[in-house]
């Protein structure tokens, strides 16, 4: 196999790869269905005795996974048939194995080379795209004839605006930007905001800008900024656009707009994001900041200054940009059960789609924002959850989840706790409101794929309380090993378990911003109440991060479940290499332990004698230094316990990311030393022992600080008897935050000992006795009108100022009476 270092990037169907180029020929396996580059890959049984097929120009990886999408296997094996890709059982081959295209994350992507630009090219089928073309331009032309260029100065509010009555039969422009003219590109997803005037179709009011006296004065502002984007567009001025003030909060709208009246102009991209992707992929070089029409110009300036795009139309330049290094977007997995028991599924499956109920709150796309969603949905699902805030507010949660779905998202529909009954890309407009079904009305579209149907080997028991809820990496891994085993039971031997398609190991929303708060600052701050998995989050950042970035270290498994074998070993081997390291701080730990200072060490003869010792973290950036292609983390437990300002002395400048590289001299050895730029700090602080606000200014200015707030989902569908461990966790911190505040509630992690929920009477009144009741007491400094307040009359008598001491039984008994069945209830 050719080294890793000739390995470059490929993005397909919103998932990085690392392509291994081919030998001029490709190697056909007796079983299974992929094509192979190595023949020594370990997924080919006898690879001396396998025939080959001719691989001249090094592409037929490419033509074969855009003969059509991986999850149409039947137009696939047409192709294969059309060229004589058959295995030695004559099976037509349909995929590429691991040493063709392997998947790899966007942190490891980031690492590598992309796909040469004139590879890309060479490659490119322009003749495949003509129909596209035509379509944009057939698109295009209908808007322009339905909403001619002259009417916008004097185009009235209803002709453009959502919201006034059925949209769909009235298509105003925003409708038809939005929903009716895919060809040009989507800008679908989020709320109705991105319109800039809307109607809101829950009370008939309108929603603008609130600088705006009405809807009429926010419609001309509107209209006028759109009308003078167009002409300096058409000018040539698309930086100036920037400055327009009053459709600043619509790029993507008016970015759509200029492809519509000002063709020929700008480049047809929607999202900064993506723009900023293409500046940085065709220069190879970082992209300065800039605004976002700025970027576009930039963009613009970019392709008209490269020749080999001499001719070509941007509508056709943009297709090959998606084409050659479309974008990879953090995907979501989620599962979504389709009805109680699956009632639903015969008829998601068949419509394409998946629909979930709460239809007391309509279109989602129709609220400003989140919270005027949860204000509208506790107003309607107030009595039906009995006022239970912390209930109202997960449940609305679950359904505003639905709107951050994009396609290329996974969908797992799932019947009860075990059951699969398939998985599916988001595909489409992705989230609509279906006005037209007579319940059920909030879907998602959906592309189903039903190998996946079968039954988990363990249930996952939260599911039996939630309709929609994030897929772990972890259980990800498990329902796709489920498949792989019934494929090989039903299929006989298959040559690769990860397949082209649905193979991403999703970051949560937890670990994503770790991520990004990383790269923007290089050090952040997990911070919250006690038992919330601050240093659980750290070291599982570690194993994933690390693990990807890691260099194929032996023993590094990136996606180990917290708690196994696997994950210590994982944590031992980052150690030992020197990428990762712990340590805590107390408030005797110095400048001296962490960047250098005098140490007794032993003498020649046997004795001790003082001796500059370099401290932790001044080895940590050494080695880093000499290996500028890994990162190297510093987890910092307990960062609040010590004198920050002391321990960090002089280094605290050098923490910034502008000033990495830059060096000082340390008044200790006198040697200038620097911090790199792959070395990177996360520390953990309980805010129940100190607010951030406590901490020195000059240290919050340079951490990221990202809250972890008790989370009961870990606990949903796990009870003790009757007591359902997520209700109490939640009905608890909702009376601790009415009396004290959010920094004293109560973390997971007390009722997860060993990683596992809590599953004994005797073992849950031993922690609630052991170590949450004194917690509590502290809390309310010996308060015990407070403390029955917290848990009942039952457990605390405020009168004789003493806690009741009832039996392990009694005891669960109590709590489910007083924060089960009363719940929240504070009186």
Known sequence: MPDEQEQVTVAFENQDFALTPSPGEVVLPTYGRKIHHDPQCGHLTDPHQLPRFPDPDGLLWRRLIDSAPSHDTAARAEFARSVGLLGGSGQPLTSACSCVLRPVSPHQAATMRPWPLDEALGAFERDRFAGELRAMEAVAEEVRRDFPWEDWPTLPLERYALGQGDSAHTRPYCYVLEFG???????????STKHLVYRRSQDGSWWHDSRYADEEQAWQEVRGGIVAAVTAAREGRIADIDTIDAIRS????????????????????????????????????????????????????????????????YDLVVLFLYWWTNPVRTQQIVKIAPGADGSLWDECRAGGYIAVGWDGVSDLRSYA??????????????????????????????????????????????RGTSGILG?????????AWREDRPEYRHTVEVEWDESYAGRLAEPERSWATVTVKDVSAQLWSRIRRAKSTAASVEDGPVSDPTDAALTAQPLDATLTGLVEALERRGQAVLYGPPGTGKTYTALRFAVRWLGELSGGL????????????????????????????????????GYEDFVEGFRPVKGGSGGLVLDRVDGVFKQVCRAATGDPGRPYLVIVDELNRGNLSKIFGELITLLEKDKRGFQVLLPLSQELFTVPENVFLIGTMNTADRSIRMLDAAIRRRFAFLEQLPDSAPLQGFYVEQLHLADLLDALNQRVRTHLDREKQIGQAFFLPNGAPVDSVSALAGIVRDEILPLLQEYAYDDYSMLAAF??????????????DPSDEGLITALYTELQVRGEATE
């Open 250 to 313: 619509g790029p993507a709208l008016v970015a759509k707009t200029l492809r519509i009246y000002a063709q020929g102009v700008s480049l047809p991209v929607y999202g900064n994001d993506v723009v900023r992707h293409f500046v940085q992929q065709l220069t190879g070089e970082p992209v300065p900041k800039l605004d976002r029409f700025a970027l576009q110009a930039r963009l613009k300036e970019v392709i008209d200054s490269d020749q080999r795009f001499t001719g070509w139309s």
């Open 791 to 804: 848990l009942g009359e039952a457990l605390v008598d405020p009168d004789a100022h003493t806690l009741r």
């Open 423 to 431: 998985v599916g890309r988001v595909a489409g407009d992705a989230y």
């Open 181 to 191: 003219s895919k060809p040009l590109g989507s800008i679908a997803g989020g709320s």
């Open 369 to 414: 924002d989140k919270d005027e969603f949860l204000a509208a949905f506790s107003a309607a699902y107030a009595d039906e959850y009995n006022g239970y805030q912390s209930k109202i507010s997960a449940k609305a949660n679950e359904v505003w989840k639905l709107l951050s779905l994009r396609p290329g998202d996974l969908v797992v529909a799932n």
């Open 554 to 589: 032996p023993d590094v498994d990136p996606y180990a479940e917290p708690g196994t074998p696997a994950f210590r070993r994982t944590l031992t081997r980052l150690a030992a290499a020197g990428l990762l390291t712990t340590v805590t701080f107390h408030p005797s730990y």
